[in-house]
């Protein structure tokens, strides 16, 4: 099940590079900028790339799947053409390290099934059934803000909803 | 007529161990006294199904701040099982994004995901892709 959803992920994130690359008239800063790489879930910027301030996203979707599909068959005809220049978008979230450490190692975070875990880059801080005594834990090991989580066990035939 | 919204972020969805990538966001969270820099940071879901946002209570008592005060609260799932939970005042923080106060109810009771619901939504502008796995914010409404 992971693995296919693996695949449809990649293949997803494959088309948004695409975009990028060619870049969408009608998209306006749509698509993975310059600057950035798609490395697991989230977008990272790379380091000292040189970021600018954000700029007004324009998503109408219509448009979107029009200007797409121009550009593609425009992009098709003309190889050589260089590609335009791609407007920045901040996509910086916390912890996209822990993030990705938690999507690289389930293997590890299995034991820790159903515990609170606070992680600080990719070390283990803290955990425990009791996330206050995890969050003083972590204080307590010099984390002054710690980042902590629950690790759900998984189980394909248990469907997950809001509470 | 239909609306155009101009979004200045878009994400991607990020991983949970139980179900892969979900509409989740880490935030910063800390109690109105104290710094920012004192906070914690978690995950929450964002989900339109809920009214007002619900955290887990340990978080609280993480801070030293007990989770019961006059302003209880009990929400309910589609299952109709009551949940215990008191309404505190926070700040929510999201990089670039800004500052929030939101009244977020923190259960008593231990859950295992915190919903970031309506009452965030109504304080920025989102927008889904599930089909492309992201979601898009801007920090005005």
């Known amino acids: 099940m992971e693995h296919i959803q693996r695949e449809i992920e990649d293949e997803r994130r494959s088309g948004l590079r695409y975009i990028a690359h060619t870049g969408v008239g009608s998209l306006g800063s749509w698509g993975v900028p310059p600057g950035l790489t798609s490395s697991g879930h989230n977008w990272f910027p790379v380091a000292g790339a040189n970021m600018s301030p954000p700029r007004l996203l324009h998503v109408n979707f219509d448009e979107l799947l029009q200007g797409l599909t121009e550009k593609a068959v425009a992009s098709s005809q003309s190889a050589a053409a260089p590609a335009r220049a791609v407007e920045r978008v901040n996509v910086r979230t916390l912890r996209e390290r822990e993030v990705e450490w938690r999507r690289t190692h389930p293997e590890i975070l299995k034991q820790f099934e159903n515990e609170w875990v606070a992680l600080e880059g990719e070390k283990i801080i803290a955990h425990g059934p009791d996330a206050a005594d995890v969050i003083k834990a972590a204080r307590a090991e010099g984390i002054r803000k710690p980042y902590v989580f629950f690790v759900e066990p998984k189980d394909e035939n248990v469907i997950m909803y809001g509470l | ?141």
């Open chain 2, 1 to 141: 007529m239909v609306t155009t919204v101009e979004y200045t972020h878009q994400f991607a969805y990020a991983h949970t161990e139980k179900e892969g990538v979900c509409p989740v966001i880490t935030v910063s969270m800390c109690p109105p006294e104290l710094l920012p820099d004192d906070g914690i940071e978690v995950d929450a879901f964002l989900d339109s199904g809920t009214s007002t946002s619900l955290f887990n209570g340990s978080f609280l008592r993480g801070f030293d701040i007990d989770v019961i005060n006059d302003r209880s609260k009990t929400f309910t799932s589609t299952a109709g099982v009551p949940l215990a939970a008191y309404l505190h005042r926070v700040k929510i923080m999201l990089p670039s994004l800004g500052t929030f106060d939101l009244d977020i109810g923190f259960s008593i009771d231990p859950i295992r995901r915190n919903l970031l619901g309506r009452d965030f939504f109504n304080l920025v502008q989102i927008g889904f892709r599930e089909n492309q796995l992201q979601y898009f914010l801007k920090a005005t409404p």
